[in-house]
């Protein structure tokens, strides 16, 4: 018989060519869906350095604390120690937190006030040191000078860029070859090489850190990006801690408290709730119990929007989210940017042999604005 070329069960000559039977589609079972760079959206401007810099003001503090372990007679000391002194001005009322009791500031050095106790008929309560104080305001005197002018000092923060890339090849061989699935290999291998470095950016805006020395990176050091969860730090709650709910499996009263304190600190609007899987479900059993009407034909158990008294929050699920963490964002206030014109992109590049070659390329950075403004819950129980 002939040679033909072509391969059958049989080299019977009557038999019927056998084809293969594939399905002209590729399942792709990786994850790499990227659900928090896509509600964050893209940013209205680019980076333009590799260190990225931003400016954030706070108006002059209106608390402070006691900070005076030698309090003798705590409902009768007329002065006291505090952690800042600079704050406060005389003819201030202030009032402990937690406190009926007024005060009246009557004179101020350094971190020592004297104050009148029982101001405005109120009785004097016990104080005692580390209490919060609440500066109420100032009262001035009728026809006074001006008093001594007070700032704030801009503050600048930064992040710096990192760099994402990946290579793709293929041989020439690959490119004249017919494919199931697809029509160009090599736009297919871009495709593939892109999905994994948008995954691991999102991986890296949530969890990345700077290095320990060098930040700015060098021949030797490799510049790396700040993600959103090393920025926190005012409103960073672990379960168990002091003043925090107890118990470690997430509930409502945990995601309101954090909620109420960076309302507290901040003026900042939490419109996003961040969460892995795990804790996805114990927000789900929030609505757990709570009933449904008699019309009802499906049962759902999922949220979706968690609207509290200090706000309206998506819920947004990501993988790359720790499993014992949650995060508390004010989207307004986040942004990942580029670095100008470095945006992820295909660099072909010159191929020394019989394949074709290229790296895509994207360089970009973390912008979080004030910190204050977002939350953390680290420690919650994973099982």
Not at 308 to 314: P, T
Request: proline content about 4%; hydrophobic content about 40%.
């Amino acid at each position: 018989m002939a040679f033909t070329g072509k391969a059958t069960y049989s080299a019977g000559a009557t038999l019927p060519e056998i084809a293969e039977d594939v399905a002209d589609l590729i399942g792709i079972v990786s994850p790499y869906e990227t659900p928090l760079l896509d509600v964050l959206g893209d940013p209205l401007r680019a980076a333009t350095s590799t260190r990225h810099e931003w400016l954030e003001d706070a108006l002059l503090p209106n608390k402070d604390a006691i900070s005076d372990a030698s309090i003798s007679s705590p409902t009768g000391d007329t002065a006291f120690d505090v952690a800042n002194g600079s704050r406060f001005r005389t003819g201030d009322q202030i009032q402990v937190e937690g406190s009926d009791e007024l005060m009246l500031v009557t004179a101020i050095d350094g971190d020592t006030l004297t104050v009148v106790r029982g101001y405005a008929g109120t009785t004097p309560a016990a104080i005692a040191d580390a209490q919060v104080i609440n500066i109420l305001g100032n009262a001035a005197l009728e026809g006074a000078d001006r008093p001594t002018a007070r700032f704030t000092h801009r503050a600048r923060r930064s992040n710096f860029t990192q760099i994402f890339t990946a290579a793709v090849e293929v041989s020439g061989t690959d490119v004249a070859a017919r494919q199931l699935g697809l029509s160009d290999e090599m736009d297919y291998q871009k495709q593939e090489r892109l999905r994994e470095l948008l995954r691991d950016l999102e991986n890296t805006v949530i969890n990345g850190g700077l290095p320990g020395a060098t930040p700015q990176g060098s021949a030797s050091v490799r510049r790396t990006m700040n993600g959103i969860i090393r920025h926190l730090a005012t409103n960073v709650f672990a379960t168990g801690a002091a003043g925090f709910p107890e118990g470690t499996a997430l509930d409502e009263e945990m995601i309101n408290y954090v909620l109420r304190r960076i309302w507290e600190n901040s003026n900042g609007q939490v419109d996003l709730i961040v969460t892995g899987g795990f804790q996805k479900r114990k927000i789900n059993a929030f609505v757990t119990g709570r009933g449904y009407a008699p019309g009802d034909t499906t049962y759902r158990d999922r949220v979706t929007l968690y609207e509290s008294d200090f706000g309206v929050c998506r819920i947004v699920t990501t993988r790359w989210m720790p499993q014992d963490a949650v995060l508390l964002l004010d989207s307004s206030r986040v942004g990942v940017l580029p670095m100008a014109g470095r945006s992820f992109h295909f660099k072909p590049l010159a191929s020394s042999g019989d394949y074709e070659c290229g790296e895509l390329i994207g360089e970009y950075t973390v912008e979080l604005k004030n910190e204050a403004a977002h939350g953390l819950i680290r420690g919650l129980s994973t099982s």
